[in-house]
């Protein structure tokens, strides 16, 4: 009986634990739901509170933050009208035509009068690539426009056949809206990409002043700025564009393209991770973190990132070059010699993509192909070495002829590009198209290469009334002058053209003509403030180098020709017989020594190149080694006051 009542108590016992055990249970779920409610959900979103904020979000620049919070409003108060018209508003500064159409639906449901949503809709469906949605959209408004829809409908307009064309419609459109900065802006960007530096340096700094928050208008005042004056001098515009909107698209692009060619690697690539980050799958961050990557000498990770574009990038010059330059590293010609092809083919003027076509040519054995592709500079007097070389292993039947020019070390001054067409139907050409500048460079071209300097001179006039503000008919008319001989006449265009767009081309240009002209302090200023500008270009530092060398600043002159080397290598004989000179002159053979007999073993037939190793071997203590070379260099050279100089030195 005692244990008949003992199991009974252990059983209740049992009974009231699990009671208990159940208990705690139900409230340690009901306390983690709570700790879970707590840490982890979102307090409801006040709809009216985050259009408020978008608003002003939307004031001070900062587009991303004003389209996250017109995106809450919207979810949370679905059927306000304002917060879907917000919505598509902030969408369409950040070019989601998708989700404004969107937005723009549901305001329509709930009551927006169709004539509200009309600029809106015409740009987001143009957005999509949808013209026939856009043009619905401008045949449904009203003949008396606002900014926003005129705007719009001129864009729409452009893309027609018959179309007027978009800067034409927009300059008439600012006289209509002065006071509208996107308007502005359209026109700054539309004449900048037609080369009207000028007229986009007045459109961009109206569009900066009308709306100093508008990280757009800053942005386009950065690239204006930096073509004008310099990489540099576009670097605060980005920054005061970033600093409104940390996640704008197009100024993190020319903020991170202009860092990378300033040689400030780390925060280029820290600027192209955010723009992945605003917009995933980029091409231009994808194919910057390439540059970056090649630049580096990681190229099987640049190559990596360029196929990241997708091709996007295909037919853009630089993206070629890249392409072409990646793969030859990797000891793949053939496929740089298609990149490079794609590269000749949108510049056949360009000497060095030629260059380096034939390399890869030469590279997979097509010797025909190669000698074609180099035939245009062979035949110029101002053919480099290196064009030389290539043309020796191309044309084995004229190596003896091309091995004397490269051995003779002489250029001859820079030509003109004949052209394929002839001068009649060059002008037939021009006269068709009054309107496209090209045509006429072409017949400038054409007309200067057959020793018509009078007609080159006079269709670069018209060209230069026809676009005052364009730098390229002020460089085509200091060209025609210069090619006629009339030099000082050609620096007053030269230097317009400098004041426009102070680029490479332009700066060798300018100071060319101070230096025909007696101007040497002049040409130093102009070279100083490009350098200020753009501490890394290598005509620019190949000049000053040259300078220096000439002043007899040879310290100077070493640090700044190791800082080409570092960036070029060891296989430009001009920069390695440079530096041999410059460390002979400053009294280090050892070194000398080095950087020399690497010229020479690259171009052994070369007399300067002979004269500066026995130049070096002399400063190293090596007489009789450096007599052999002067020799040579006198036989190559006979009567050279250079290498006869340094022989009776010796």
Do not use: C
Not at 73 to 90: H, K, N, Y
Not at 265 to 293: C, H, K, M, W
């Amino acid at each position: 009986m005692m244990r008949r009542k003992r199991r009974i108590w252990r059983r209740r016992s049992v009974q009231r634990r699990l009671r208990i055990l159940a208990v705690l249970g139900v409230i340690g779920m009901a306390v983690a739901g709570l700790l879970a409610l707590v840490y982890t959900s979102k307090p409801p979103v006040d709809p009216a509170q985050a259009l408020r904020r978008a608003t002003a979000a939307l004031e001070a620049g900062n587009y991303h933050a004003a389209h996250d919070q017109a995106r809450q409003a919207a979810e949370a108060a679905p059927r306000s009208q304002a917060a879907q018209m917000m919505l598509a508003r902030t969408s369409l500064l950040l070019g989601k035509g998708v989700t404004a159409d969107a937005a723009l639906d549901r305001a329509l449901k709930d009551g927006v009068p169709r004539d509200q949503t009309l600029a809106a809709r015409a740009e987001a469906r143009f957005l999509q690539g949808d013209l026939a949605g856009a043009q619905d959209a401008v045949d449904h408004m009203p003949v008396e426009r606002d900014a926003a829809m005129a705007r719009i409908a001129a864009q729409v307009a452009a893309q027609e056949d018959d179309g007027v064309p978009l800067r034409q419609a927009l300059q008439g459109l600012v006289a209509l809206y002065p006071d509208d900065a996107r308007i502005w802006t359209d026109l700054g960007r539309s004449r900048f990409g037609a080369g009207d530096m000028d007229g986009a340096s007045q459109a961009a700094a109206r569009a900066a002043a009308l709306a100093p928050a508008d990280p757009d208008a800053l942005t386009l005042q950065g690239e204006v700025l930096r073509a004008r004056y310099g990489l540099a001098a576009g670097l605060p515009w980005f920054r005061a564009a970033l600093a409104r909107d940390a996640y704008h698209l197009r100024a993190l692009i020319q903020y991170a393209a202009t860092l990378g060619d300033l040689g400030r690697a780390s925060e280029a690539l820290a600027a192209t991770r955010s723009a992945l980050v605003s917009q995933p799958g980029n091409p231009d961050a994808f194919y910057l973190q390439a540059v970056i990557a090649a630049r580096a000498g990681r190229y099987a990770l640049a190559q990596q990132l360029l196929q990241l574009t997708g091709g996007a990038l295909r037919m853009r010059p630089a993206a070629a070059m890249l392409e072409g330059a990646i793969a030859y590293a990797q000891g793949r010609p053939q496929r740089a010699a298609r990149a490079w092809t794609r590269l000749v083919t949108m510049q056949p003027m360009n000497v060095a993509a030629r260059e380096l076509l034939a390399a890869a040519q030469l590279g997979v054995g097509d010797r025909p192909a190669a000698l074609a592709t180099l035939r245009p500079i062979l035949t110029r007097v101002d053919a480099d070495g290196y064009a030389l070389r290539l043309g020796m292993i191309a044309d084995p039947e004229n190596a003896l002829t091309l091995t004397d020019r490269t051995a003779a070390g002489q250029r001859g001054d820079a030509a003109i590009f004949r052209p394929d067409r002839t001068v009649d139907d060059l002008k037939m050409a021009a006269a068709e198209s009054p309107t496209d500048p090209t045509y006429a460079l072409g017949l400038i071209r054409g007309l200067a290469s057959q020793g018509d300097h009078a007609g080159a001179i006079q269709v670069a006039q018209s060209l230069v009334r026809a676009s005052p503000g364009a730098p390229a008919a002020q460089l085509a008319y200091g060209d025609a002058l210069a090619t006629a001989g009339q030099h000082a006449a050609a620096l007053g265009p030269y230097a317009r053209a400098a004041d426009l767009t102070f680029d490479a081309p332009t700066m060798l240009r300018l100071i060319d003509g101070y230096q025909r002209t007696g101007h040497a302090r002049d040409a130093a200023v102009s070279l100083g403030l490009y350098l200020s500008q753009n501490p890394q270009s290598i005509p620019a530092r190949r000049l000053l180098a040259e300078w220096q060398m000439t002043a007899g600043r040879w310290d100077d002159a070493i640090e700044t020709l190791e800082g080409l080397r570092t960036q070029l290598g060891l296989r430009d004989v001009a920069l390695l017989h440079d530096l041999a000179i410059a460390y002979a002159e400053a009294g280090d053979g050892v070194v000398a020594r080095r950087y020399a007999a690497a010229a020479y073993r690259l171009a052994p037939m070369n007399a300067g190149v002979a004269d500066a190793y026995g130049r070096a071997l002399a400063v190293a203590g090596e007489r009789e080694g450096a007599r052999q070379l002067f020799d040579k260099a006198l036989t190559l050279a006979p009567g050279d006051p250079t290498i006869l100089a340094h022989r009776a030195q010796l």
